[in-house]
């Protein structure tokens, strides 16, 4: 099989790895990929823009692909499974109208409140409405969410202490700086508890969840500071017991994919439910998103025993209920994001990084690239999120103490990393 994934990112990056272990894989090409796997054995980066659909599909024809694999959201909003399908070429990733699930909040929320899915309280706005909103907040109080309604690459989201914090967050993403992302925004009450990542996958009618996964989304130690892409993850989460997964399977995914259909949308990729668990073991959607988690997928990929390939053609194909149940290694993942300096505001790029493959000379970790690009023979950083250190192991503590070991062996300037992932496990 020749497969091309898109995206550039380590979530693109594993995806890439993960199916080129399969003997069945002949050559991944990654579009337009990074510093990682350009240098991953049997794959190729392409230089296209993920927005670039007419070359996408004429790479895919000359490739004689047999899947494509699309990985982030962006191309997905913008409609690339349509346009790739309409020249019949197997695409796994929801159609433009199914991830509309990610691309639009308040879509999602009007969905889930017609399946009767658990979700938090809220209330959609528009820029015009400024005034609504915040007379909204001020009679509802703090603590409170506001959302921009659109794609906004994990950064769109406030959760305001106080009713100051909420007025400001209602400004500021009323200001544009979001650009058309925020023209909506939903305000949502505060859930507490554990957040919490269920990737499934669907072929529209059956879905099959992974393992579920815990992201540190907060740029600091403590879970402070703004929001990021993430910045560590790790799997499986046992917050997430097997009773919680089997009503979130007949309470969440069953019911979303059921009214996507009752909609009429195809909807074939990943079902990515973001929950809040509250203390008392309820869960609540926060978010739906409609591709793989990033960096969840770094930390669940290592432990999937199936074949990766074989999931996503059943997928495609519709025939995931004649799949035989997910078969998974034992033991537990963590993953660690090394960042730029300044990430999630402005950072330097250019930075030569060493000591990546002292890192993976530890059994059990794998070094997924993010931010990276290759400058001659030389790997440096060209993102915010630079590097995913991943570590497998029988314990959370040991891969825990495995990934920050192998961290430790990697340098670039003015890195930085929080020094806690994983601390609701130790």
Request: hydrophobic share 40%; charged share 20%.
């Amino acid at each position: 099989m020749n497969v091309l994934v898109i995206g550039s990112g380590g979530r693109e990056h594993a995806l890439a790895w993960k199916l080129l272990l399969s003997n069945e894989i002949d050559r991944v090409v990654c579009i337009p990929g990074n510093g990682g796997t350009a240098t991953l054995k049997g794959c190729q980066n392409a230089d296209l823009s993920v927005e670039d659909f007419e070359g996408i599909a004429a790479l895919a024809k000359a490739e004689k692909a047999d899947l494509v694999v699309i990985g982030p959201e962006l191309p997905l909003s913008q409609g690339i499974t349509d346009a790739l399908q309409a020249q019949n070429i197997p695409v796994f990733g929801p159609t433009q109208a199914g991830a509309t699930l990610e691309s639009s909040k308040a879509w999602a929320k009007a969905l889930m409140r017609e399946a009767g899915i658990p979700t938090a309280k809220s209330q959609v706005f528009s820029q015009a409405q400024k005034a609504e909103a915040l007379a909204y907040v001020e009679e509802v109080g703090a603590p409170i969410v506001v959302k921009a309604d659109g794609l906004a690459a994990g950064k769109g989201v406030i959760v305001a202490e106080t009713l100051a914090a909420a007025k400001a967050a209602i400004e500021t993403l009323c200001q544009g700086e979001l650009g058309e992302a925020a023209n909506t925004l939903v305000i949502e009450e505060f859930l507490t508890g554990q957040e919490v990542s269920v990737l499934a996958l669907t072929d529209g009618i059956t879905v099959r969840p992974l393992l579920p996964a815990q992201d540190h989304k907060q740029v600091g130690e403590g879970d402070t500071g703004p929001n990021t892409g993430g910045m560590g993850a790790y799997a499986p989460t046992p917050i997430v017991t097997p009773e919680l997964m089997a009503r979130i399977q007949t309470e969440v995914l069953e019911p979303t994919v059921a009214v996507l259909q009752k909609r009429g949308i195809d909807y074939r990729g990943v079902l990515y439910a973001g929950l809040m668990v509250s203390p008392q073991g309820e869960p609540k959607v926060l978010e739906f998103n409609c591709r793989f988690g990033d960096p969840e997928t770094q930390a669940v990929l290592p432990l999937l025993k199936t074949p990766l390939h074989e999931l996503l053609r059943a997928c495609v194909e519709g025939r995931l209920a004649g799949m035989p149940e997910i078969e998974w290694h034992p033991g537990t993942a963590m993953c660690v994001v090394m960042a730029a300096g300044g990430y999630p505001g402005s950072y330097e790029k250019g930075k030569p990084i060493s000591g990546m493959g002292d890192a993976e000379a530890e059994e059990g970790v794998t070094v997924f690239h993010a931010g990276t690009r290759l400058d001659g023979q030389h790997v440096v950083s060209s993102g915010g999120r630079v590097l995913g250190v991943t570590a497998v192991a029988e314990t959370f503590e040991c891969a825990i103490d495995k990934a920050y070991g192998a961290v430790e062996k990697i340098h670039f300037e003015n890195c930085y990393y929080r020094r806690d992932i994983g601390y609701r496990v130790r």
